[in-house]
């Protein structure tokens, strides 16, 4: 189920919004719901604070006296798989609405063939939708933001006592504990051992006699139980 989200204090414009989006859906197998507001009201963030609902977003810029670049801002705080399509009246605020922070799909400008342009929008967000996932945390006063699919696997480090997150291309340190991470990560990272989660889609052997993981891109690890067997049977069943 996708969940679209429109704002936008126009009625017509909603409309136009909503029918584009019913006439694009017609032509896939997917099951959606539009939920259409006029303003961000307490629905509207009861809505967004369900991070268990996949949504696209389609946001006016401005919405009576709101914001709706700063409104996006806040939802990139605890949801960063939702997509965010800007839509609006003002064609000068390209540099805004692509700042790293709120990561949108696009903007559309309402008044320059805006329903082709929001139909190859919608059709991108479907296309990416479901194949988006990825994990957000502070350290240190930055913001990282990581794509699941990039990580190898997730260790608990026995000095500093921070777990570490290990990529194709860097290791990121984090305090968040190796449990929350689990929950932040979910399928298809298991427990290999109790100070390590690796990413089953990402490994291609498991030397169960050396008790060493590689990977696909031909980094290793020795962070494995005994019991490491029995993950992977419970992940296996649940695929």
């Not at 989200?5 to 017609?26: C, Y």
């Not at 903007?107 to 320059?112: P, R, T």
């Not at 990825?134 to 350290?139: A, D, L, N, P, T």
Request: aromatic share 8%.
């Amino acid at each position: 189920m996708i969940n679209f989200v429109v704002v936008d204090d126009e009625p017509s414009i909603l409309k136009m919004v909503e029918n584009t989006i019913n006439e694009t859906m017609m032509k896939n197998n997917i099951d959606y719901r539009i939920h259409t507001f006029l303003s961000f009201d307490n629905d509207f963030y009861s809505l967004a604070n369900d991070t268990s609902q996949r949504k696209v977003y389609i946001l006016d810029i401005q919405v009576n006296n709101d914001s709706g670049i700063d409104v996006a801002r806040n939802l990139r705080d605890d949801d960063v798989e939702s997509i965010i399509i800007f839509l609006t009246a003002f064609a000068d605020l390209t540099g805004i609405v692509v700042e790293d922070t709120i990561m949108p799909l696009t903007y559309i400008n309402k008044f320059d063939n805006s329903h082709d342009k929001l139909v190859n929008a919608i059709n991108k967000a479907l296309t990416i939708s479901g194949k988006k996932k990825m994990i957000r945390f502070s350290e240190k006063g930055s913001v990282y933001t990581i794509p699941t699919k990039d990580i190898l696997y997730v260790a608990r480090e026995t000095i500093e006592r921070k777990s570490v997150i290990v990529t194709d291309y860097n290791k990121f340190r984090s305090i968040k504990p190796l449990v929350e991470l689990s929950e932040m990560l979910g399928e298809p990272f298991v427990e290999s051992h109790r100070a390590c989660l690796v990413n089953m889609d990402r490994v291609r052997i498991i030397d169960k006699r050396n008790r060493t993981i590689t990977f696909d891109n031909g980094m290793t690890t020795n962070l494995v139980s005994p019991n490491f067997k029995v993950e992977v049977t419970k992940y296996a069943r649940n695929i």
